[in-house]
């Protein structure tokens, strides 16, 4: 079946620097894929969705220019959270679009 | 949440127990999923039922979909230690390929 791969699985960053997550789709091409973030005990929240070749499409209440998607290739989809501070701590899982949605997973990313 | 609620938020049942949890939802959509999520990990997809469907199983799991009342439910039969998890809903709305969340229900099976 349809496999996404996502990494780092874990991330720590100081406070000010930038992360980059990266989610691929492994034998599959995705034209779309989708960026979500979890926060302890909560639902996952659609943050936004990347087009190949496109620019992203956001959520309402999402910082486009903190949160940078890039999604140059059919199997490649980056996200880099820029400027990052403690409450920017989460889950990020990405998701792509084969027949079915395959999910990464996941980032848990900590700023300190 | 984005598009849905669930419901219970929590629920603890003994082994063998079934377990049922509801899901109601926005909009009119295309498909509805059921995941799980064990702590702090990625999602497994559990089943799909599409708008044209009222019912689907897959093995212990019963899915059954009310376009009417914008709701699923998903059943667990015979639970188990092991299906202790978090369950998500989730929907497409028909006018794109995005899908989102429900809240979620945390299930709890006591040995």
């Known amino acids: 079946g349809a496999v996404v791969s996502q990494h780092p699985s874990r991330v720590i960053c100081k406070s000010g620097t930038s992360v980059k997550i990266e989610c691929r789709s492994l034998d599959f091409q995705a034209t779309t894929m989708f960026w979500y973030r979890q926060f302890p005990k909560q639902s996952l929240m659609l943050m936004a969705t990347?087009?190949?070749?496109?620019?992203?499409?956001?959520e309402q209440g999402v910082e486009k220019d903190k949160f940078l998607i890039n999604h140059a290739s059919l199997t490649l989809s980056t996200l880099t959270v820029t400027s990052a501070h403690p409450e920017d701590s989460s889950f990020y899982i990405c998701?792509?679009?084969?027949?079915?949605?395959?999910f990464g997973s996941g980032t848990r990313l900590t700023v300190v | 949440s984005q598009q849905g609620e669930e419901d219970p938020q929590a629920l603890s049942i003994q082994e063998g127990e079934n377990a049922t949890m509801n899901c109601s939802y926005k909009t009119s959509i295309n498909n509805l999923q059921w995941y799980r999520q064990n702590s702090g990990r990625g999602l497994v997809h559990l089943i799909l039922?599409?708008?044209?469907?009222r019912e689907k199983h897959s093995g212990r799991l019963r899915v059954t979909l009310d376009t009417s009342k914008k709701s699923s439910s998903l059943l667990i039969t015979a639970s188990r230690a092991a299906d202790t998890a978090s369950y998500f809903c989730a929907t497409d709305k028909n006018t794109g390929n995005q899908f989102y969340f429900g809240t979620g229900t945390s299930l709890t099976v006591i040995p």
């Open positions: 998701s792509a679009r084969d027949f079915g949605y395959t």
């Open positions: 990347s087009n190949e070749g496109s620019k992203a499409t956001y």
């Open positions: 039922i599409r708008s044209n469907e």
